[in-house]
């Protein structure tokens, strides 16, 4: 049984670097990508970027001079990291595996002054 | 990047109506095109994919179709259950983009 569930900071202030781990179960990291998807308040999803199961990844090409996807497989945990925040990257943030079958419940951050 | 054209923004509509919400793709997408539900606690949920290929679990009144740069997803008779956010979804080119959503709501 897949499950997913994100852990974030919940308040981060702008200009700093916001960290969001994804923890899964019931697949393995290196045989299946995860991308990661955000959804600002009252907005659409926004997809951010993947981290492949070779370790490989792809990214928005808008965010992706701020943001890294990395991931500890012994753990089975990806890392988003994103810099230089600004208030409109509040928003929840979601992981996904590689083909969206299974999604997380998604972790609210704000980004305040 | 491929910019995918969700229409309508709003869908009001009676219990038992059957309606259609499309996609475009600013490009042929090469059937490469899900539909996802996501309800108002954010839970989402794919429901198509590969245009038109039901997800396990899924009821048979939804219905994908479509090629090239358009595509659709069809309700055939609408439960209290189906009235929530939609979005498409592309994934023939990276960066994978997202349909703008369609809220469809209870007329």
């Known amino acids: 049984q897949v499950q997913m569930k994100e852990t974030g900071p919940g308040l981060v202030q702008t200009t700093q670097t916001l960290s969001v781990t994804c923890t899964v179960s019931g697949f393995s990291l290196t045989s299946y990508g995860v991308h990661w998807v955000r959804q600002a308040p009252g907005k659409g999803l926004e997809w951010m970027g993947i981290?492949?199961?070779?370790?490989?990844?792809n990214y928005n090409s808008a965010l992706k001079s701020r943001l890294s996807i990395s991931r500890d497989t012994s753990k089975s945990q990806v890392f988003l990291t994103m810099n230089s925040l600004q208030t409109d990257d509040t928003a929840v943030y979601y992981c996904a595996e590689q083909y969206f079958d299974f999604w997380g419940p998604g972790t609210m951050v704000t980004v305040s002054s | 990047d491929i910019q995918l054209t969700q229409s309508p923004s709003t869908l009001p509509a009676s219990l038992g109506e059957r309606v259609t919400i499309s996609c475009r793709a600013s490009q042929s997408i090469s059937n490469s095109l899900n539909w996802y539900q996501q309800k108002p606690d954010g839970t989402v949920k794919r429901l198509i994919y590969?245009?038109?290929t039901l997800e396990s679990g899924v009821p048979s009144r939804f219905s994908g179709s479509g090629s090239g740069t358009d595509y659709s997803l069809s309700i055939s008779s609408l439960e209290s259950e189906d009235f929530a956010m939609y979005y498409c979804?592309?994934?023939?080119?990276?960066?994978?983009?997202f349909g703008s959503g369609t809220k469809l709501e209870i007329k």
């Open positions: 590969s245009t038109s």
């Open positions: 981290i492949w199961g070779d370790g490989s990844t």
């Open positions: 979804l592309q994934y023939a080119t990276y960066p994978l983009t």
